[in-house]
């Protein structure tokens, strides 16, 4: 049977720390529509396989239509927003990640059905709620591994994946968290293979 599109076995849900990207030695960018609230934001949703590899740049016919997603630009913006530089609306980040990821799950969901479930997603973790319900906040005091990823996995029911980077200083930091969805992109699922994360056993939560 011929089969145009990629096969993939799960999705990582990956959400970024605004503080922890921009405090890094690279600096950030503000996007054009101004700071991002304090809140993780989402950076993808990414078709995985099993053994930790993954496919990527699925589809050259079928690239990012920003008017695909334009009834959910405000809602892209403050939940998906862009911090490289230089600042941009937005569109630029999502185009990479919709060409990179996006047509990965392309016979799964299209353009605005793949935002539209990272959308869902973050709302269903609430993450940044749910560390803080546990005591644990971006107020740049350091936590233990363990807390953090025990915090999430009451809630979601699963272990996260947690990924660490530094700052100016030299102190490692909680820069991204990883959780693993169905092919469907609405189940949460035990991850298959977590991502290898560089975080020591008690690392900082900056401000943002
Ligand atoms: P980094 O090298 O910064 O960890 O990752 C660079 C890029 O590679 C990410 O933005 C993402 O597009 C891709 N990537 C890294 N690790 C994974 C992974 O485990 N799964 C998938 N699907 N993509 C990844
Ligand atoms: P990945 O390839 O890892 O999925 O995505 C990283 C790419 O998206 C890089 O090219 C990076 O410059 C761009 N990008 C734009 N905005 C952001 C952002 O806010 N966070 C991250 N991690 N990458 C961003």
Same mark, same amino acid.
Not at 199 to 206: D, L
């Given at each position: 049977? #011929?089969?145009?599109?990629?096969? $993939? @076995?799960?999705? &990582? ?8 990207? /921009? ?5 950030? /960018?503000?996007?054009?529509? =101004? ?5 993780? =934001? ?11 590899? &993954?496919?990527?740049? /699925? ?5 990012? @239509? ?28 999502? !185009? ?23 959308? +869902? ?6 993450? #940044? ?11 740049? +005091? ?10 999430? !996995? ?7 994946? #947690?990924?660490?980077?530094? @700052? ?5 930091? #909680? &820069?991204?968290? &990883? ?16 991502? !290898?994360? +560089? /975080?020591?056993? !008690?690392?900082? $939560?900056?401000?943002?």
């Amino acid at each position: 049977v #011929l089969c145009v599109s990629q096969d $993939f @076995d799960f999705f &990582y849900f990956v959400q970024q720390w605004p503080g922890s990207y /921009c405090d890094s030695k690279q600096s950030c /960018c503000y996007p054009t529509t =101004g700071k991002p609230a304090p809140d993780f =934001g989402i950076h993808g949703l990414w078709p995985n396989y099993n053994d930790g590899s &993954y496919p990527s740049n /699925c589809d050259s016919s079928n690239p990012f @239509d920003p008017s695909s997603i334009s009834s959910i630009k405000s809602q892209m913006q403050s939940e998906w927003p862009t911090l490289a530089c230089p600042s941009g609306d937005g569109d630029k980040f999502w !185009r990479h990640e919709w060409n990179k990821h996006g047509t990965c799950s392309e016979d799964i969901l299209d353009q605005p059905g793949y935002f539209q479930a990272a959308l +869902k997603l973050k709302q269903e973790t609430d993450l #940044l709620n749910v560390l803080q319900n546990a005591g644990i906040n971006p107020d740049g +005091k350091f936590y233990s591994l363990t807390s953090i990823t025990k915090a999430i !996995r009451d809630s979601t029911g699963f272990t996260p994946g #947690l990924e660490c980077n530094v @700052d100016e200083s030299g102190n490692t930091q #909680l &820069y991204q968290i &990883y959780i693993c969805v169905d092919t469907s992109a609405t189940n949460l699922i035990e991850c298959p293979v977590l991502p !290898r994360g +560089k /975080c020591s056993s !008690r690392i900082e $939560f900056p401000i943002f």
